[in-house]
């Protein structure tokens, strides 16, 4: 029954997957939606909660980015938050949360480095990355087409979903755990890229074939890409 499960959404996801030239995109207005019918309740001045807050509230999607690279210290800090690592009392610790701890999700690294683009691979060996091979610009710039200014970012961070796992334990709801994960990784990245003085913006427009050829991937084994978030330097200096 599960495997019925399983071939359904893994169909769903593929019927959201968009090719070379990008997906038709329509112009929409969006309206808040709020319950006149019912009493408002004033809050007065909300805090910003510290140091957190602080962080929160700084947090701006940047598009325009410098051609300036970033460090591998710099790396390193993405790296560092998204591993799972030793606890006290022997408990593994992650700052992504993952449904029913099957670590779902997958991240790599595309990061100019010397006038090339490098690919890697977060694996299970703290704060080490796996380095994997040299990509083309061209492959680049194929896989966010619709997203030009992609390709200027001193690194891109590419989240990926297995979803095998997720949909053999958890029948077809698995698939949104694994969207859940890969979307907490993506604000996680915003995060640290703000920590580390760089700008940064979510993406969800690529070419799904054009993705996963660049990062290797097989349909078959039930990876593909999610989201992945441009990080650089901000053209404004800010």
Same mark, same amino acid.
């Not at 997957?17 to 809050?43: H, M, N, T």
């Not at 694996?123 to 992609?150: D, I, K, Q, T």
């Not at 979803?163 to 969207?179: D, E, I, K, N, T």
């Not at 890229?193 to 799904?208: H, K």
């Given at each position: 029954?599960r495997?019925?499960?399983?071939?359904?959404?893994? %169909?769903? %996801?593929? /019927?959201?997957c968009?090719?070379?030239?990008?997906?038709?995109?329509a &112009?929409? /207005?969006? $309206?808040?939606?709020?319950?006149?019918?019912?009493?408002?309740?004033?809050?007065?001045?909300?805090p910003?909660?510290?140091?957190?807050?602080?962080?929160?509230?700084?947090r701006?999607?940047?598009?325009?980015?410098?051609?300036?690279?970033?460090?591998d210290?710099?790396i390193?800090?993405f790296?560092y938050?998204?591993?799972?690592r030793?606890?006290?009392?022997?408990?593994?610790?992650?700052?992504?949360?993952?449904?029913?701890?099957?670590?779902?999700?997958? $991240?790599?690294?595309?990061?100019?480095?010397?006038?090339? %683009?490098?690919?890697? %691979?977060?694996?299970?060996?703290?704060?080490?990355?796996?380095?994997?091979?040299?990509?083309?610009?061209?492959?680049?710039?194929?896989?966010f087409? &619709?997203?030009?200014?992609?390709?200027?970012?001193?690194?891109?961070?590419?989240?990926?979903?297995?979803?095998?796992?997720?949909?053999?334990?958890?029948? /077809?709801?698995?698939?949104?755990? $694994?969207?859940?994960?890969?979307?907490?990784?993506?604000? $996680?990245?915003?995060?640290?890229?703000?920590?580390?003085?760089?700008? &940064?913006?979510?993406?969800?427009?690529?070419?799904?074939?054009?993705?996963m050829?660049?990062?290797?991937? /097989?349909?078959?084994?039930?990876?593909?890409p999610?989201?992945?978030?441009?990080?650089?330097?901000?053209?404004?200096g800010?």
């Amino acid at each position: 029954m599960r495997s019925d499960f399983g071939r359904s959404v893994k %169909h769903f %996801h593929k /019927s959201t997957c968009w090719g070379r030239g990008g997906g038709a995109v329509a &112009s929409v /207005s969006s $309206v808040a939606k709020s319950y006149p019918r019912f009493d408002l309740v004033e809050l007065g001045i909300v805090p910003e909660c510290g140091e957190l807050g602080r962080c929160l509230s700084a947090r701006r999607s940047e598009r325009a980015f410098r051609e300036e690279e970033i460090t591998d210290g710099q790396i390193g800090a993405f790296v560092y938050f998204f591993q799972t690592r030793s606890g006290s009392e022997g408990k593994l610790l992650r700052v992504v949360p993952s449904a029913g701890g099957l670590v779902s999700s997958e $991240v790599y690294l595309i990061w100019r480095r010397n006038g090339e %683009h490098r690919l890697g %691979h977060v694996g299970p060996v703290p704060r080490v990355l796996e380095s994997m091979w040299s990509v083309s610009r061209s492959s680049v710039e194929e896989s966010f087409r &619709s997203e030009s200014w992609v390709v200027n970012a001193a690194m891109i961070i590419v989240v990926t979903g297995r979803l095998g796992p997720a949909l053999r334990r958890y029948g /077809s709801r698995g698939y949104r755990f $694994v969207l859940l994960e890969a979307g907490a990784s993506a604000m $996680v990245a915003t995060l640290v890229a703000l920590d580390e003085g760089l700008g &940064s913006c979510m993406v969800g427009g690529f070419s799904d074939a054009a993705l996963m050829k660049l990062l290797d991937l /097989s349909s078959e084994e039930g990876e593909v890409p999610l989201v992945a978030v441009a990080v650089g330097w901000p053209e404004s200096g800010g």
